[in-house]
């Protein structure tokens, strides 16, 4: 279970949203963009060391990527540009808000270990690989299996509850590092349980495709 399978539950907070959207004329496409740069703004104030607007910031760019299938259910606008188009937007913000972390030069383990930053640069690579094989996992699966089905605009997807430590997690502890001041804590988690998370993936893949 992960925050992602609960996403069902949220939506109905965000259509009053996607409605204002709507109203004002926004498209899913402009919506996804606004995430994009949201999450590019996140990342160079992170890399100032501006952690607290940047994670307010990185909470509108994730807002902005949750109502943009909104404004596409609520205007019957679902294109196979716009899915291909989210996907990408995400993994640029996914990778960038990281490394504007590592960009910032703070200390991570070698705040609490007697080893060089190098290691704090190896850290945040690993955080960075982990945060999009994870994500990147589905749509390998989605390809080579042939999973084409969607609802809503979306494929049904079959590891939309597999992993404990998806895209949302690795936001909410970003947000959360970034307004406590800890977030070279949220480093050193996002670097363990994503790549945790996608091996958790890999063995359900394995006992359920072999």
Request: aromatic share 10%.
């Amino acid at each position: 279970m992960n925050i992602t399978a609960l996403r069902p539950r949220f939506k109905q907070y965000l259509e009053p949203v996607a409605g204002l959207f709507v109203r004002c004329g926004v498209t899913p496409n402009q919506c996804s963009f606004l995430a994009l740069v949201a999450g590019i703004a996140a990342a160079v104030l992170f890399m100032e060391r501006w952690f607290l607007v940047g994670s307010l910031l990185l909470l509108l760019s994730a807002l902005f990527d949750l109502i943009d299938g909104s404004i596409a259910r609520q205007t019957n606008s679902h294109t196979n540009f716009g899915a291909v188009f989210d996907w990408i937007v995400d993994k640029y913000v996914d990778a960038l808000v990281i490394l504007g972390v590592g960009l910032s030069g703070i200390a991570i383990v070698s705040g609490i270990l007697p080893v060089s930053q190098t290691a704090d640069l190896a850290l945040v690579g690993l955080a960075i690989t982990g945060s999009l094989m994870n994500t990147f996992i589905k749509p390998v699966v989605y390809a080579e299996i042939g999973y084409r089905e969607k609802v809503e605009g979306k494929i049904d997807d079959p590891l939309e509850g597999v992993g404990f430590f998806g895209r949302p997690e690795t936001f909410l502890v970003l947000i959360l590092g970034g307004v406590t001041g800890f977030i070279w804590i949220s480093i050193i988690l996002i670097a363990v349980c994503t790549n945790l998370s996608a091996i958790q993936r890999i063995l359900y893949l394995y006992r359920t495709l072999s």
